[in-house]
Protein backbone atom coordinates (compact mmCIF):
# COMPACT_ATOMS: atom_id res chain seq x y z
CA UNK A 1 0.00 0.00 0.00
CA UNK A 2 1.72 2.90 -1.57
CA UNK A 3 0.03 5.55 0.55
CA UNK A 4 -0.93 3.64 4.00
CA UNK A 5 -0.95 6.64 6.33
CA UNK A 6 -2.90 8.59 3.41
CA UNK A 7 -5.58 5.03 3.52
CA UNK A 8 -5.81 4.66 7.19
CA UNK A 9 -6.92 8.06 7.80
CA UNK A 10 -9.44 7.55 4.77
CA UNK A 11 -10.46 4.40 6.52
CA UNK A 12 -10.68 5.85 9.56
CA UNK A 13 -13.13 8.84 8.80
CA UNK A 14 -15.57 6.20 6.74
CA UNK A 15 -15.47 4.06 9.71
CA UNK A 16 -16.34 7.19 12.41
CA UNK A 17 -18.19 9.44 9.42
CA UNK A 18 -19.35 7.61 6.43
CA UNK A 19 -19.49 3.89 7.34
CA UNK A 20 -20.65 2.68 3.76
CA UNK A 21 -17.39 4.69 2.60
CA UNK A 22 -15.50 2.61 5.05
CA UNK A 23 -17.04 -0.59 3.70
CA UNK A 24 -15.73 -0.54 0.49
CA UNK A 25 -12.19 -0.70 1.31
CA UNK A 26 -11.02 2.75 -0.55
CA UNK A 27 -6.85 2.78 -0.58
CA UNK A 28 -5.65 6.05 -1.55
CA UNK A 29 -2.97 5.14 -4.89
CA UNK A 30 -1.83 8.89 -5.15
CA UNK A 31 -2.66 12.02 -3.75
CA UNK A 32 -0.60 15.30 -3.85
CA UNK A 33 -1.63 19.44 -4.64
CA UNK A 34 -2.32 18.54 -7.79
CA UNK A 35 -3.90 14.67 -8.43
CA UNK A 36 -6.03 11.96 -6.37
CA UNK A 37 -5.99 8.65 -7.46
CA UNK A 38 -8.37 6.23 -5.24
CA UNK A 39 -8.63 2.38 -6.02
CA UNK A 40 -11.66 0.41 -4.66
CA UNK A 41 -11.34 -2.60 -5.21
CA UNK A 42 -14.51 -4.84 -7.05
CA UNK A 43 -15.59 -7.89 -4.79
CA UNK A 44 -18.76 -9.00 -2.86
CA UNK A 45 -19.20 -6.19 -1.34
CA UNK A 46 -18.86 -3.16 -3.80
CA UNK A 47 -20.26 -5.47 -7.34
CA UNK A 48 -23.85 -6.19 -8.99
CA UNK A 49 -26.17 -9.03 -10.22
CA UNK A 50 -23.78 -8.88 -13.48
CA UNK A 51 -20.02 -9.00 -11.41
CA UNK A 52 -19.74 -5.59 -12.20
CA UNK A 53 -18.72 -2.52 -10.11
CA UNK A 54 -22.15 -1.19 -8.73
CA UNK A 55 -22.86 2.34 -9.52
CA UNK A 56 -23.54 3.52 -6.19
CA UNK A 57 -19.72 2.38 -5.31
CA UNK A 58 -18.53 3.95 -8.44
CA UNK A 59 -20.14 6.93 -7.14
CA UNK A 60 -18.35 6.96 -3.78
CA UNK A 61 -14.98 6.39 -5.42
CA UNK A 62 -15.66 9.92 -7.35
CA UNK A 63 -16.64 11.64 -4.49
CA UNK A 64 -13.09 10.06 -2.63
CA UNK A 65 -11.05 11.46 -5.12
CA UNK A 66 -13.01 15.22 -5.58
CA UNK A 67 -13.36 15.30 -1.82
CA UNK A 68 -9.68 14.22 -0.49
CA UNK A 69 -8.16 16.60 -2.97
CA UNK A 70 -10.58 19.76 -1.48
CA UNK A 71 -10.26 17.84 1.98
CA UNK A 72 -6.65 18.77 1.95
CA UNK A 73 -6.24 22.07 0.05
CA UNK A 74 -9.23 23.28 3.14
CA UNK A 75 -6.46 21.53 5.77
CA UNK A 76 -3.89 23.21 4.42
CA UNK A 77 -5.67 26.59 4.60
CA UNK A 78 -5.89 26.02 8.08
CA UNK A 79 -9.34 27.96 7.63
CA UNK A 80 -13.09 26.53 8.57
CA UNK A 81 -14.21 26.18 5.37
CA UNK A 82 -17.23 22.96 5.10
CA UNK A 83 -17.40 21.59 1.44
CA UNK A 84 -20.31 19.73 -0.09
CA UNK A 85 -20.74 18.18 -3.75
CA UNK A 86 -23.76 20.17 -4.71
CA UNK A 87 -24.89 18.26 -8.08
CA UNK A 88 -23.42 15.57 -9.56
CA UNK A 89 -23.60 13.23 -13.55
CA UNK A 90 -21.85 10.48 -14.37
CA UNK A 91 -21.26 9.16 -17.81
CA UNK A 92 -21.12 5.12 -17.57
CA UNK A 93 -19.12 3.98 -21.07
CA UNK A 94 -18.65 0.42 -20.14
CA UNK A 95 -18.64 -2.39 -17.38
CA UNK A 96 -16.03 -2.21 -14.56
CA UNK A 97 -15.18 -6.16 -14.24
CA UNK A 98 -12.15 -5.02 -12.30
CA UNK A 99 -10.88 -2.75 -8.86
CA UNK A 100 -11.36 0.92 -10.30
CA UNK A 101 -9.17 3.75 -10.01
CA UNK A 102 -10.76 6.92 -9.46
CA UNK A 103 -8.54 9.78 -10.79
CA UNK A 104 -9.19 13.60 -10.14
CA UNK A 105 -6.46 16.11 -11.41
CA UNK A 106 -7.99 19.42 -10.52
CA UNK A 107 -6.00 19.87 -7.29
CA UNK A 108 -4.80 23.46 -8.81
CA UNK A 109 -8.42 24.99 -9.11
CA UNK A 110 -9.59 23.68 -5.88
CA UNK A 111 -6.79 25.12 -4.29
CA UNK A 112 -7.87 28.45 -5.98
CA UNK A 113 -11.13 28.07 -5.21
CA UNK A 114 -10.54 27.36 -1.31
CA UNK A 115 -8.22 30.90 -1.59
CA UNK A 116 -11.60 32.30 -3.04
CA UNK A 117 -14.02 31.15 -0.58
CA UNK A 118 -11.73 32.38 2.25
CA UNK A 119 -11.14 36.11 0.97
CA UNK A 120 -14.65 36.63 -0.51
CA UNK A 121 -16.30 35.00 2.36
CA UNK A 122 -19.14 33.74 0.07
CA UNK A 123 -20.26 30.15 -1.13
CA UNK A 124 -17.91 29.26 -4.10
CA UNK A 125 -18.88 26.63 -6.73
CA UNK A 126 -16.89 24.99 -9.47
CA UNK A 127 -17.35 21.56 -11.22
CA UNK A 128 -14.75 18.86 -10.76
CA UNK A 129 -13.75 16.40 -13.32
CA UNK A 130 -13.10 12.76 -12.08
CA UNK A 131 -11.97 9.61 -14.64
CA UNK A 132 -12.35 5.44 -13.81
CA UNK A 133 -10.16 3.63 -14.99
CA UNK A 134 -10.25 -0.60 -14.53
CA UNK A 135 -6.33 -0.69 -15.44
CA UNK A 136 -5.77 -4.22 -14.78
CA UNK A 137 -8.43 -5.22 -17.79
CA UNK A 138 -8.27 -1.65 -19.89
CA UNK A 139 -5.61 0.56 -18.96
CA UNK A 140 -5.86 4.05 -18.93
CA UNK A 141 -9.22 3.30 -21.03
CA UNK A 142 -12.44 5.59 -19.05
CA UNK A 143 -15.17 3.33 -17.74
CA UNK A 144 -17.07 6.05 -16.45
CA UNK A 145 -16.42 9.84 -16.56
CA UNK A 146 -18.11 12.24 -13.61
CA UNK A 147 -18.95 16.02 -13.49
CA UNK A 148 -19.12 17.06 -9.66
CA UNK A 149 -19.96 20.54 -8.59
CA UNK A 150 -18.09 21.25 -5.16
CA UNK A 151 -19.27 23.61 -2.90
CA UNK A 152 -17.34 25.50 -0.55
CA UNK A 153 -18.49 28.09 2.44
CA UNK A 154 -16.16 30.07 4.97
CA UNK A 155 -18.14 27.95 8.36
CA UNK A 156 -19.70 30.69 10.04
CA UNK A 157 -20.74 33.00 7.14
CA UNK A 158 -24.30 33.10 6.01
CA UNK A 159 -24.59 33.34 1.85
CA UNK A 160 -26.99 31.68 -0.56
Not at 2 to 18: S, V
Not at 59 to 67: H, K, N, S, V
Request: proline fraction near 3%; include cysteine; hydrophobic fraction near 40%.
Amino acid sequence: MANLKETLALRAFGLFKIPLLFSVRPTIVEINKKRCEVKIPLNFWTRNHLKSMYFGTLAMGADCAGGLLAMQSIKASKKNVVLIFKDFHADFLKRAESDVHFICEDGAKIEKQVKETIESGERTNQTLKIVATTPKISGDEPVAKFLLTLSLKLQGKKSS
